[in-house]
């Protein structure tokens, strides 16, 4: 890893995420996972990662939880480096695969970080001040009911299903109260009923708390109901092929998401993801609705 010394102006600024011309080979692989990234995201944007298996949006992710070291480029997280900011607990990661721990229950589980996590309430007062509600809302029990799961407070991680591990994987990084949230296909596992209502849970948090959501997914529907911006990726070398802005109305609710605006954002989505490979065909792993 190369240690690049950042301009004083760049990490100062406390209001971006900058992502600036980011590389990344893994050991012994013919192409960069990372290339030339460049992203801007500011303080309280829904941004999706969206392309095909293999296109670096994972890297991109854990780089952003300071867990992945790149090879050049920079990344700062309101001016702090990624590993400040994760250690500052002002970065929560979903993974892939939900990491609970097994030997405590559901409800001690969600309720961890809040008692690990003193920089979370200083936070909390920030935002207030930023005009963002807070009442009650990181509660493990009402976390645990938003995500449907008030009735397995006591049991322990063995004895769910995945899909239900995955969502107390979600309400425990909404417990830490993250400036970031950064979530790597979170849903995936879930039936597509829950995964509709798990949507609906994560943009009402997201409004409430003024967090920060980096987001990836393969389903196009899932990246416009929820996003505020969307990034095109293209895989071998790992490129950032199109930034779409979502230009549709909050909240989101059920008429603007059965309106005609969504399917006109889905389509430029698609088109793009077409036009990122010049075979043109979209890549049969993403879910077409
Ligand atoms: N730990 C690793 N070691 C070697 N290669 C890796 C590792 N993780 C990912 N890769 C490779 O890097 C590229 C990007 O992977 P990844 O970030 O997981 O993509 P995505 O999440 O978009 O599917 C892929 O070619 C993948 O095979
Ligand atoms: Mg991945």
Request: hydrophobic share 40%; net charge negative; proline share 7%.
């Amino acid at each position: 890893m190369t240690t690049v010394t950042l301009p004083a102006h760049v990490l100062a600024d406390p209001e971006h995420i900058l992502v600036r011309e980011v590389d990344k080979t893994y050991p012994g692989a013919s192409a960069r996972a990372l290339d030339d990234i460049d992203l801007v995201i500011r303080r309280g944007e829904f941004v999706s990662l969206i392309g095909p298996s293999g296109c670096g949006k994972s890297t991109l992710l854990r780089a952003l939880a300071g867990l992945e070291p790149i090879d050049t480029g920079s990344i700062t997280i309101y001016g702090a480096t990624p590993r400040e900011a994760c250690s500052q607990k002002a970065v929560g990661l979903v993974p892939q695969t939900p990491a609970l721990l097994p030997w405590l229950t559901v409800r001690q589980n969600v309720e961890l970080p809040g008692k690990v996590n003193r920089a979370a309430s200083k936070r909390r007062a920030h935002r207030q001040g930023m005009g963002a509600s807070s009442v009650g809302r990181t509660d493990p029990d009402e976390l645990l009911d938003l995500v449907g799961l008030a009735e397995k407070r006591d049991a322990y991680p063995g004895e769910l299903s995945g899909g239900m591990q995955q969502r107390v994987a979600i309400a425990r990084a909404f417990g830490l109260e993250p400036d970031v949230l950064l979530m790597d296909e979170p849903f995936s596992a879930l039936d597509e009923f829950t995964r509709e209502a798990m949507r609906l849970h994560l943009l009402s948090l997201w409004q409430r708390m003024r967090t920060t959501v980096v987001f990836v997914t393969h389903s196009v529907r899932e990246a416009v109901t929820l996003s505020d911006r969307i990034v095109v990726m293209s895989a071998r070398p790992g490129r950032i092929h199109e930034l779409i802005d979502v230009d549709l109305p909050r909240p989101r609710d059920r008429e603007v998401l059965a309106g005609p605006g969504l399917h006109a954002v889905e389509d430029r989505v698609r088109d793009s993801l077409q036009r990122a490979w010049d075979s043109g065909a979209v890549p049969s792993d993403l879910v077409p609705a």
